[in-house]
């Protein structure tokens, strides 16, 4: 367990995309610091799995899980105020939804693939942005964290859908920052959306299948989450509307 002292000591942190293993990393992570994490997933099985995951590595943590359709921003609205009404306060939203689709080259590039892509990776972020924001701003810690790929600022041919969403993502996260910088006038933001750049992600499951892999310029999951802990470890001013890298910028 944490200290109980730290900076997401008492914190109230909801967790998109829990059920992945990124998602699984922080779940752990967060609870470890002392934060009570409300995680969500499109498939309860692996959500419950996630939570139990978690709740058993840190028995003193409140975990819990609840199954939301992302995209339906009424649903996005009822979670957050859910979460604010029966805990009082919201201090994050880690944004884990994921997803990839790619081609051979430009040439073959799917639009299909686009119309995916749009709804996982910014339809989800604009419904969470929205419903969360006020109740982030609220609070006296407040954060967004947005995970996003270097891919969104060097497109490659056979990854155009791919980058354009995240890079879309990443343009709406930097206008809610606005927001949070407009919000705390002349004293700065009090809260702050960031965005955590990796190449791409690895983890334990994955090193299992290809013991010869190099993995290289990858992020562990484990990284990733202590670097997500870490958002709330510097001021607002510090973090709001900034591209944290956690790999080599392209």
């Known amino acids: 367990m944490g200290n109980g002292n730290g900076a997401l000591s008492g914190a109230v942190i909801a967790v998109a995309g829990a059920g992945g293993p990124a998602g ?125 790929a270097a891919g969104a600022s060097k497109p490659t041919a056979g990854n155009a859908a791919y980058a354009a969403a995240k890079a879309a993502a990443e343009a709406w996260t930097l206008a809610m920052a606005d927001f949070f910088k407009k919000a705390g006038g002349a004293q700065g933001p009090t809260s702050a959306a960031a965005i955590l750049v990796v190449k791409a992600l690895v983890h334990e499951a994955m090193r299992a299948e290809r013991p010869n892999a190099k993995f290289a310029g990858f992020t562990d999951v484990k990284d990733l989450a202590e670097a997500i802990a870490g958002v709330w470890e510097k001021p607002a001013a510090e973090v709001n509307g900034h591209r944290l890298w956690l790999t080599e910028k392209p």
Request: proline letters at 1%; hydrophobic letters at 45%.
């Open 24 to 148: 699984r990393a922080a779940l752990l992570r967060l609870a470890e610091a002392g934060a009570t994490v409300i995680g969500s997933d499109n498939d309860p099985e692996r959500l419950a799995e996630a939570v139990d995951a978690a709740s058993y590595a840190h028995g003193g943590a409140t975990v819990t899980g609840d199954t939301v359709d992302l995209l339906d921003l009424n649903a996005s609205h009822a979670w957050a105020a859910r979460i604010e009404k029966e805990f009082g306060h919201v201090d994050g939203l880690v944004h884990l939804v994921g997803g990839w689709r790619g081609s051979e080259t430009f040439t073959r590039t799917r639009l299909d693939d686009w119309d995916l892509l749009e709804m996982l990776l910014v339809r989800t972020v604009q419904h969470t942005s929205l419903a969360f924001h006020e109740a982030l701003q609220r609070s006296d810690r407040g954060r967004y964290v947005l995970i996003s």
